[in-house]
C-alpha cells in the first residue's frame, strides 16, 4: 500500500512539474526574438536609467547638504530623500522578478 502511494505521489509530483513548465511557454515576437528576453533587456535598461538618476539624485542631497548646517534639512532634501528611496525600490522590485 505505501509503495503505491509512493509511486502515485511521484507520478503527481511529475506531472505538476511538467504542467508548471507549460505554463510558461516561451512566446516569440513577430521579429522572432524572444518575448522574455526582450523584456529582460528593457528592464534592464529601466534599471540602468533609474540608477543614473539614484546616483545623481545622491550627489545632488550630498553637496546640498555639505552646504548646509548640521542643524538644517531643507524641504528639498527630503524630497530628495524619498525620490532615492522610490528609485531604489523601483530598482529593487524589477530585480526580484
Known amino acids: 500500500m505505501t509503495r503505491r502511494l509512493a509511486i502515485l505521489l511521484g507520478y ?18 513577430p521579429s522572432g526574438k524572444s518575448q522574455r528576453q526582450e523584456i529582460l533587456k528593457q528592464e534592464h535598461q529601466k534599471s540602468l536609467e533609474d540608477l543614473s538618476k539614484l546616483i545623481a539624485t545622491a550627489e545632488d542631497l550630498k553637496s546640498e ?3 548646509n548646517d548640521y542643524h538644517v534639512l531643507s524641504l528639498e ?10 528609485l531604489a525600490r523601483r530598482i529593487r522590485s524589477r530585480m526580484r522578478r
Open 12 to 29: 503527481l509530483l511529475q506531472l505538476g512539474a511538467q504542467t508548471r513548465r507549460e505554463e510558461q511557454p516561451d512566446m516569440r515576437l
Open 65 to 67: 547638504m555639505e552646504k
Open 77 to 86: 532634501a527630503l524630497k530628495k530623500i524619498e525620490d532615492i528611496e522610490k
